[in-house]
């Protein structure tokens, strides 16, 4: 594949954030006074919620959590508490991330926790809209509805905004757009994506088959402990892929790592600490993740040599040696 060196990397405010709560920060300090999104969300139950129906009337506080997220777990006390004791004023609602969770595991997690507030599974609209960075990322939206609050802690700030929120008189609603799902792809699009080593790479202009590689570079190690499985899922396509790399001249490879908790100098991280030679991509915003349909880390996808997504396979090993040996025969 031609890489042609960019001249200038610029990178947000939130690639070099640290911690969790600079993280959300920074994602959410150009929403603030915003007008929220307009979405009908639908509960694990089928429930509908409407939350542009619920601006003028309520505050609502929106939490996207996941139930691989370790500080998600310790803040759910506070967030059953907060829904248990929410009035007439506040609408609490659960936004799991959608992001490598199952319906099975979200009704399994809510049961063995026991958790009663509704609870819907993002379809990465909400997290495009409100910028999801971070696993939890608490947003708080006034009753005029206009978003008041972005963080990722339980802490005093976190309270004013819930309290401040509340507080304020129902009354005119800003207007806020519908943000529309993502229809799905079959080809790649007209894109190049800037790899970490400053080249950039012509997603439809490979002339070869094209494997993207869509991983996150904390999930051989985070999640070793909260989901050992997917952990060694993720191990084990990563490295798979690298052996046929080695060999394989006549395909070209792309890892593109999900931004949701991870920044440039992660993956830096990651590359180095993993010695990974596949070459990485960040997909800070998720537009990448959210345009291709992907949903869970480790997945792998085929492209042949007209830009056509002829597979897409959640493991490497003899799956993809068997759709690579397919494309060859064409």
């Not at 500080?71 to 929410?86: S, V």
């Not at 009753?143 to 509340?166: E, K, M, P, S, W």
């Not at 229809?183 to 080249?199: C, E, K, N, S």
Request: aromatic letters at 6%; proline letters at 6%.
């Amino acid at each position: 594949m031609r890489l042609i060196a960019l001249a200038v990397v610029l990178w947000s405010a939130v690639a070099s954030a640290s911690t969790g709560q600079d993280r959300a920060t920074a994602a959410g300090r150009d929403l603030i006074g915003q007008p929220a999104p307009r979405l009908t969300l639908s509960t694990i139950d089928g429930r509908r919620i409407d939350l542009g129906s619920l601006y003028g009337k309520k505050a609502v506080y929106l939490k996207f959590w996941a139930t691989w997220c370790v500080p998600c777990r310790e803040q759910m006390p506070h967030f059953e508490r907060t829904f248990e004791t929410a009035g007439p004023n506040l609408a609490v609602i659960a936004v799991n991330a959608g992001f490598s969770d199952s319906l099975d595991e979200v009704r399994d997690y809510r049961r063995t926790v026991g958790l009663h507030m509704p609870i819907v599974i993002d379809d990465g609209r909400l997290a495009d809209a409100l910028h999801l960075r971070v696993t939890p990322q608490h947003v708080v939206i006034g009753r005029d509805g206009r978003i008041l609050y972005v963080g990722h802690l339980v802490d005093d700030a976190l309270t004013q905004a819930l309290a401040r929120a509340q507080a304020e008189p129902a009354g005119a609603v800003a207007p806020g757009a519908s943000p529309r799902a993502a229809p799905p792809v079959d080809h790649v699009p007209a894109r190049r994506i800037a790899t970490l080593d400053g080249q950039s790479v012509a997603l439809d202009a490979a002339g070869a088959p094209l494997v993207l590689v869509f991983l996150s570079p904390w999930c051989e190690s985070y999640l070793e402990k909260s989901r050992p499985g997917r952990s060694r899922a993720c191990r084990a396509a990563r490295e798979a892929i690298e052996a046929r790399l080695a060999k394989d001249s006549a395909t070209h490879y792309l890892g593109i790592a999900s931004g949701l908790w991870a920044s440039r100098e992660d993956l830096e991280e990651y590359r180095s600490k993993e010695k990974v030679a596949l070459p990485l991509a960040l997909d800070e915003t998720g537009e990448l993740f959210r345009t291709f349909g992907v949903r869970e880390v480790p997945q792998i996808l085929v492209v042949d040599r007209d830009g056509r997504i002829v597979e897409r396979l959640s493991s490497a090993g003899a799956p993809l040696e068997e759709a690579l040996a397919r494309l060859a025969k064409r």
